[in-house]
């Protein structure tokens, strides 16, 4: 995507569109990762799902929903720990 980088909307736009075009048109959840408020409050401006991955909080021992920043819905102190909770929890996997 020439010209659009995070956290320029233009980026989100074209591939929320792509995301849309490639499910047919069909209503999308999208997921988005991110170690920095900045882009997730860009990503959720289009309804996404925004997860900060901040090692910062990892002594938490995963998900940490307390005082979470305007624009995170969820946050984890490792990616690791993120993936892990959405198979579990999203996907049915077990999560182990």
Same mark, same amino acid.
């Given at each position: 995507?020439?010209?659009?980088? *995070?956290?320029?909307? %233009?980026?989100? %736009?074209?591939? +929320?569109?792509?995301? &849309?075009?490639? /499910?047919?048109? /069909? +209503? &999308? ?11 997730? +409050?860009?990503? *959720?401006? @289009? ?7 901040? =090692? *910062? !909080? /990892?002594?938490?021992?995963? #998900?940490?929903? %307390?005082? #979470?920043?305007? $624009? ?5 102190? &490792? &990616? !690791?720990? /993120? #993936? =892990? !909770?959405?198979? @579990?929890?999203?996907?049915?996997? $077990?999560? %182990?």
């Amino acid at each position: 995507m020439p010209g659009a980088i *995070k956290p320029d909307y %233009r980026g989100y %736009r074209l591939m +929320q569109s792509a995301i &849309t075009q490639a /499910a047919g048109g /069909a +209503q &999308t959840q999208v997921i988005f990762f991110d170690d920095m408020v900045e882009n997730l +409050q860009s990503a *959720k401006a @289009f309804g996404w799902t925004t997860v900060l991955i901040s =090692r *910062k !909080h /990892a002594h938490e021992g995963g #998900l940490a929903t %307390r005082a #979470l920043p305007a $624009g995170v819905d969820l946050r984890f102190g &490792t &990616t !690791h720990d /993120a #993936l =892990r !909770h959405f198979v @579990f929890y999203y996907l049915g996997g $077990g999560g %182990r």
